[in-house]
C-alpha cells in the first residue's frame, strides 16, 4: 500500500471515530462489558435502589427513599448496578436530607448483594462524620431478593 493510501485510510478512522455519537460509543461499550448510563425510572433500577436502602441504613434510622439521581450498569454474569439516591430520614422528627451511592450485583436468580456503599449529608452543605465504606472481594448474596415491583421475596433455596 502507498504511503497516500496509508494516509487515507488512517484520516477516514480518524473521522470516523470522531464522528461517532456519544450515544453509540455508550451502546459500544455496553456490549463489551462496559458501564453504561441506565434509566433512573427503569422498575429494576428503583428495586435495586429500595434493596440497598433498606440494606445499609442504620438501625437508628428510618429513611425513605426520595428519587434516584444517576445509575449506571454493566452486564456481567449478572447485572452490576452503580446508584445515587437522595433518601430522607424521619427518625428525629425532622427531615435530614442524605445522599446514598451503592455499588451493587444482581445475579440471574435476582439475588442482590451489596459490594459497597457511601452515606452523605445533604442539608449541611459538607461531609458528616457518618461514613460507611465497605468493600469485599468476596460478597455473601443477601437471603433475599427483590422483585420488580420491589417486595421482598423470600429466597427459594
Known amino acids: 500500500m502507498s504511503k497516500c493510501g496509508v494516509m487515507h485510510a488512517v484520516i477516514c478512522f480518524a473521522v470516523l471515530a470522531i ?11 455496553a456490549l463489551e462489558g462496559g458501564w453504561s448510563k441506565a434509566d433512573i425510572a427503569d422498575p429494576n433500577v428503583v428495586a435495586a435502589a429500595k434493596f440497598a436502602l433498606d440494606e445499609t ?3 437508628n434510622m428510618k ?3 426520595d428519587d434516584v439521581v444517576e445509575a449506571r450498569q454493566q452486564l456481567v454474569s449478572g447485572m452490576n448496578y452503580w446508584i445515587r439516591m ?5 427518625a428525629s422528627g425532622k427531615p435530614v436530607e442524605w445522599e446514598l451511592d451503592v455499588l451493587m450485583y444482581q445475579d440471574w436468580d435476582n439475588i442482590y448483594s451489596m459490594t459497597s456503599w457511601s452515606w452523605k449529608r445533604n442539608n449541611q452543605g459538607g461531609m458528616n462524620p457518618f461514613r460507611v465504606a465497605i468493600t469485599k472481594n468476596e460478597t455473601k448474596p443477601t437471603p433475599r431478593h427483590l422483585g420488580v415491583q420491589g417486595e421482598a421475596m423470600a429466597r427459594a433455596d
Do not use: K
Open 19 to 29: 464522528a461517532l455519537p456519544a450515544a453509540a460509543q455508550e451502546d459500544i461499550a
Open 57 to 59: 441504613q442504620p438501625r
Open 63 to 65: 429513611a425513605t427513599l
Open 86 to 90: 437522595h433518601v430522607t430520614d424521619r
